[in-house]
């Protein structure tokens, strides 16, 4: 008996918002592989799903600004990825950005202060080449910069962790209502045998980077990260006519968009001096998906 209250003692608890969420869900699947953890998840399922459920993790449904009702335990750490993410989607509505990025992670940030833990938080690179572009984009570089204060002020441990077009199994692709993520969309597209609608001029780049390695540094960060920045970034870069074109899509090009950008590959080496390497490309994605369809 003494051998058990010592076990649960040692316990850690994780706490994961958003996850529900397609990058949660493969972040949770991680922590939970470690039976030392107790990992819970805080989820609205705005755009998470209970399809995502983790067999050993304790979802909680509710919104990050009612946090403390919801997880009334201390966590020994908290991923912060529970907030709105699509920008050109966020110019229409500004209202639930404020609500979900804004009001929500003032909350999470509150409830860090009091439980002392440390906090890794997910930003967005967007933070470094248009954050006046979109409400998302505003609210996430805000908020970035609201953890480094947040730390400074209050003497509090935290990393945050920028992603770079995240893709890989269990992405949405929900193209009619603007959720979907580009990487999925063209994958059923492709499937289907439909062509690929792309905002002009198509040209724009991405440094799109498989789940896998975002989730290996997100962990990584969590252990060994300090009150820094790290980019989760795959040195790969393509424009998005160039991953139809992978695909083998017919393309349809529609108008450009306010919030259409060229992104690059960022510096990884901070991330890298933690143990992080890049282990999967797009170009290898697409092949698996291809031969798939193929069998």
Not at 80 to 92: F, P, T, V
Not at 158 to 167: E, G, H, L, R, T
Request: with cysteine; net charge neutral.
């Amino acid at each position: 008996m003494l051998y058990l209250i010592t076990y649960m003692e040692d316990k850690k608890i994780i706490l994961v918002t958003g996850g529900a969420g397609f990058i949660g869900s493969h972040l949770i699947e991680q922590l939970v592989k470690d039976k030392n953890n107790k990992v819970i998840s805080l989820d609205n399922y705005f755009t998470g799903s209970k399809d995502n459920h983790i067999a050993g993790a304790e979802y909680r449904e509710g919104h990050t600004k009612d946090i403390e009702k919801h997880v009334q335990e201390t966590p020994d750490i908290i991923y912060h990825l529970g907030e709105y993410s699509r920008i050109a989607r966020s110019i229409n509505e500004p209202d639930v950005v404020f609500d979900l990025n804004m009001a929500g992670t003032f909350w999470v940030l509150e409830y860090w202060k009091k439980k002392k833990c440390k906090l890794v938080y997910a930003g967005s690179s967007t933070k470094f080449r248009d954050a006046d572009k979109s409400p998302y984009s505003w609210a996430k570089a805000s908020n970035s910069e609201l953890v480094s204060n947040y730390g400074k002020w209050f003497d509090l441990p935290y990393s945050i962790a920028y992603f770079y077009n995240v893709y890989g199994p269990g992405e949405r692709a929900d193209w009619k209502n603007g959720y979907g993520t580009v990487i999925e969309t063209f994958k059923q597209k492709y499937l289907a045998g439909l062509p690929c609608e792309v905002n002009a001029p198509g040209t724009q780049t991405r440094a799109f980077t498989h789940v896998d390695d975002t989730i290996d540094g997100l962990i990584l960060i969590g252990e060994k990260g300090g009150p820094n920045e790290y980019a989760i970034c795959a040195k790969e870069v393509y424009s998005l006519l160039d991953v139809v074109k992978m695909f083998g899509c017919e393309v349809i090009m529609k108008p450009q968009t306010k919030t259409s950008r060229s992104f690059g590959a960022d510096d990884t080496s901070k991330l890298e001096a933690l143990g992080w390497r890049q282990r999967r490309t797009l170009e290898e994605y697409i092949k698996s998906i291809k031969k798939q369809k193929s069998v």
